[in-house]
T-cell receptor, first 113, second 111 residues
Framework: EPEVTQTPSHQVTQMGQEVILRCVPISNHLYFYWYRQILGQKVEFLVSFYNNEISEKSEIFDDQFSVERPDGSNFTLKIRSTKLEDSAMYFC???????????FGPGTRLTVT | GESVGLHLPTLSVQEGDNSIINCAYSNSASDYFIWYKQESGKGPQFIIDIRSNMDKRQGQRVTVLLNKTVKHLSLQIAATQPGDSAVYFCAENGPDYKLSFGAGTTVTVRA
């Protein structure tokens, strides 16, 4: 069964550093999402992406965040200057155009020290 | 503010018994809801969904009930198994299908 993959599984970085989290959505999907989950809390929407542009973003997704689909398979989330409070699990999700069901990847655990 | 929430943060259930997990929502315009299961160290996994034109939907060992009058939905798991131990989230599907998640209920199955 097709699945969303994410790399790395765990990223440790120092405050102020840039990180790039990578996702490979399911191949025929057209809509892409990033969510985050701070330890012990609920999953929060960050951004949605369709047709090579952001379609919606949350208040969390400020100027430090950016997304890109650099080629036909990868979908990346960049944090330019990480803060301690960016420590969380980051989930990528994708869906096709026909159904609302979103498929989630296994997540990247980001630890900012 | 948060529009989707769960009544109880934890639920302990005996193996073989039925589980009921509840969720309340505040946006009466919401028309599509999903239940997700999240096991430790994994991403949310789709369980079942329901649209607002339905009151009930059944899957394999799971049933979702929607009460639009009181803005409440529930997930029922029949004959709960150890593999059902996880955190369960209800989510509301908003514009462009972005998901708004509730806080989650941790289900622990006792052998």
């Amino acid at each position: 069964e097709p699945e969303v993959t994410q790399t790395p599984s765990h990223q440790v970085t120092q405050m102020g550093q840039e990180v790039i989290l990578r996702c490979v959505p399911i191949s025929n999907h057209l809509y892409f999402y990033w969510y985050r989950q701070i330890l012990g809390q609920k999953v929060e929407f960050l951004v949605s992406f369709y047709n090579n542009e952001i379609s919606e973003k949350s208040e969390i997704f400020d100027d430090q965040f950016s997304v890109e689909r650099p080629d036909g398979s990868n979908f990346t989330l960049k944090i330019r200057s990480t803060k301690l409070e960016d420590s969380a699990m980051y989930f990528c999700a994708s869906r096709d155009s026909a159904k609302g069901e979103q498929y989630f990847g296994p997540g990247t655990r980001l630890t900012v020290t | 503010g948060e529009s989707v929430g769960l009544h109880l943060p934890t639920l302990s259930v005996q193996e073989g018994d039925n589980s009921i997990i509840n969720c309340a929502y505040s946006n009466s315009a919401s028309d599509y809801f999903i239940w997700y299961k999240q096991e430790s160290g994994k991403g949310p996994q789709f369980i079942i969904d329901i649209r607002s034109n339905m009151d009930k939907r059944q899957g394999q060992r799971v049933t979702v009930l929607l009460n639009k009058t009181v803005k409440h939905l529930s997930l029922q798991i029949a004959a709960t198994q150890p593999g059902d131990s996880a955190v369960y989230f209800c989510a509301e599907n908003g514009p462009d299908y972005k998901l708004s998640f509730g806080a989650g209920t941790t289900v622990t199955v006792r052998a």
